[in-house]
């Protein structure tokens, strides 16, 4: 009887854990991990150099493939610029999980894997994919797409897994890639509206370069500067709205969507929160939330909810991310009017005549809105609360609760 009341206590104290820990998971470090093997201690450092260990803690499907320090000393030999390092180790980065089971058991014995410097949009065509192979005796190759079929890597042995989050395997050699090693400029140095138009971002590069703000994001690119393009299809839509504003509330509106400091992706999906613009002046807030749901990174204004759909460049002191919404801020635009009340019921004939002059109350001249504002532009007040909400430190499903539940109608049905 009594080993029957502690299997109940025990089963009790284990669901009421599940009840009130429901999401926990197992974080991966990856400078962490590498920080064990004195072996891959130059492929370590640059992975932090480059910022691309943020990257990966921030995902949670990853393989990389490590090099050993002769390996890196053989591509360090070739005295490329860090940021074209950048890109030769991110072909190394592949956004699927290959542990060393799944390797050996490839369908069709070949995979097509994308990679992070295919992620990044600087990888011309399909370059930024590598070609995994299942080859005879046991081996497995690696190779760069571009290199049709040649395999120059092996896999050498796996480091570590955390089955389907994050894989660490050792390969023979560096990927050799003339995409990925071609120089690569400095972002400071970049045309930002080139850029963004020869990536989906033509109309609000060129509405950018006839505007005042132009300057104010080219002057913010040395220092740090993090910048919101809309799609194409996205501002065409906007057109004539924005033809609407003034001439400062042009200018404010292509300004609110930089902000003057570099944010990668990995802070953005790690500080979320009221972010400032190069638009903000004092009493003129013009700020917006970033909130993030798993990979899913958005931007909320008082009047739309834009979603971040690619990178473009993301490389200290520059970022370029494309959203798919114009971002429309409460300073320039009023979100929809609520509902107007229903009728008064008629009076009663014995009650006395109303007074047949009312006040009537003026609107505030403001822009309109999107046709979408009605789910994507909240009152204020539904606004807050659901940003709240979202930022909640726990969500709460039926099932933990009802498991919590039916463990203590056993415990006390046992004793």
């Given at each position: 009887?009594?080993l029957?009341?502690?299997?109940?206590?025990?089963?009790?104290v284990?669901?009421?854990?599940?009840?009130?820990?429901?999401?926990?998971?197992?974080?991966?470090?990856?400078?962490?991990?590498?920080?064990?093997y004195?072996?891959?201690?130059?492929?370590?450092?640059y992975?932090?150099?480059?910022?691309?260990?943020?990257?990966?803690?921030?995902?949670?499907?990853?393989?990389?493939?490590a090099v050993?320090?002769?390996?890196?000393?053989?591509?360090?030999?070739?005295?490329?610029?860090?940021?074209?390092i950048k890109?030769v180790?991110?072909?190394?980065?592949?956004?699927?999980?290959?542990g060393?089971?799944?390797?050996?058991?490839?369908?069709?014995?070949?995979?097509?894997?994308?990679?992070?410097?295919?992620?990044?949009?600087?990888?011309?065509?399909?370059?930024?994919?590598?070609?995994?192979?299942?080859?005879?005796?046991?081996?497995?190759?690696?190779?760069?797409?571009?290199?049709?079929?040649?395999?120059?890597?092996?896999?050498?042995?796996?480091?570590?897994?955390i089955?389907?989050?994050?894989?660490?395997?050792?390969?023979?050699?560096?990927?050799?890639?003339?995409?990925?090693?071609?120089?690569?400029?400095?972002?400071?140095?970049?045309?930002?509206?080139?850029?963004?138009?020869?990536?989906?971002?033509?109309?609000?590069?060129?509405?950018?370069?006839?505007?005042?703000?132009?300057?104010?994001?080219?002057?913010?690119?040395?220092?740090?500067?993090?910048?919101?393009?809309?799609?194409?299809?996205?501002?065409k839509?906007?057109?004539?709205?924005?033809?609407?504003?003034?001439?400062?509330?042009?200018?404010?509106?292509?300004?609110?969507?930089?902000?003057?400091?570099?944010?990668?992706?990995?802070?953005?999906?790690?500080?979320?929160?009221?972010?400032?613009?190069?638009?903000?002046d004092?009493?003129?807030?013009?700020?917006?939330?970033?909130?993030?749901?798993?990979?899913?990174?958005?931007?909320?204004?008082?009047?739309?909810?834009?979603?971040?759909?690619?990178?473009?460049?993301?490389?200290?002191?520059?970022?370029?991310?494309?959203?798919?919404k114009?971002?429309?801020?409460?300073?320039?635009?009023?979100?929809?009017?609520?509902?107007?009340?229903?009728?008064?019921?008629?009076?009663?004939?014995?009650?006395?005549e109303?007074?047949?002059?009312?006040k009537?109350?003026?609107?505030?001249?403001?822009?309109?809105?999107?046709?979408?504002?009605?789910?994507?532009?909240?009152?204020?007040?539904?606004?807050?609360?659901?940003?709240?909400?979202?930022?909640?430190?726990?969500?709460?499903?039926?099932?933990?609760?009802?498991?919590?539940?039916?463990?203590?109608?056993?415990?006390?049905?046992?004793?």
């Amino acid at each position: 009887m009594q080993l029957r009341s502690v299997a109940a206590v025990a089963t009790v104290v284990i669901s009421l854990a599940h009840l009130l820990f429901p999401h926990a998971t197992s974080a991966h470090n990856i400078t962490h991990i590498l920080a064990k093997y004195p072996q891959f201690s130059t492929f370590n450092h640059y992975l932090t150099e480059t910022h691309l260990a943020a990257e990966i803690n921030s995902r949670e499907t990853i393989t990389v493939c490590a090099v050993d320090n002769a390996g890196m000393a053989e591509l360090l030999s070739k005295h490329l610029s860090i940021h074209t390092i950048k890109n030769v180790i991110s072909l190394h980065i592949l956004l699927d999980y290959f542990g060393a089971k799944k390797l050996h058991q490839i369908t069709n014995g070949t995979a097509l894997a994308a990679t992070m410097f295919q992620a990044t949009g600087s990888a011309p065509g399909s370059t930024g994919f590598v070609n995994i192979t299942d080859l005879k005796g046991g081996k497995v190759g690696f190779g760069p797409a571009e290199n049709h079929g040649t395999l120059p890597a092996t896999f050498v042995k796996a480091v570590e897994e955390i089955p389907y989050n994050i894989s660490v395997i050792q390969i023979s050699t560096m990927l050799p890639s003339a995409s990925a090693e071609a120089p690569t400029p400095e972002p400071s140095q970049m045309n930002l509206t080139s850029l963004m138009s020869a990536h989906g971002c033509r109309v609000f590069a060129e509405t950018l370069l006839k505007s005042p703000a132009e300057k104010t994001f080219e002057d913010n690119a040395d220092g740090g500067l993090t910048v919101f393009c809309p799609g194409d299809d996205a501002m065409k839509n906007f057109m004539p709205k924005f033809k609407n504003l003034t001439a400062d509330g042009k200018q404010s509106l292509l300004e609110y969507h930089g902000v003057p400091v570099y944010q990668s992706m990995a802070s953005l999906k790690s500080n979320n929160g009221v972010m400032n613009t190069l638009a903000t002046d004092g009493a003129k807030k013009y700020d917006f939330v970033v909130q993030n749901e798993g990979d899913v990174v958005t931007l909320k204004t008082k009047i739309v909810t834009a979603k971040i759909t690619g990178t473009l460049v993301d490389e200290q002191p520059v970022a370029i991310f494309t959203i798919n919404k114009v971002l429309m801020p409460k300073e320039l635009f009023k979100a929809s009017a609520a509902p107007a009340p229903a009728p008064a019921l008629a009076p009663d004939a014995d009650s006395p005549e109303p007074s047949k002059k009312k006040k009537k109350h003026k609107a505030p001249a403001a822009a309109d809105t999107p046709a979408d504002s009605p789910a994507d532009g909240p009152s204020d007040d539904f606004a807050d609360s659901t940003a709240a909400d979202d930022n909640s430190a726990f969500s709460y499903s039926a099932g933990p609760v009802v498991a919590g539940v039916l463990s203590m109608w056993f415990f006390f049905l046992l004793l």
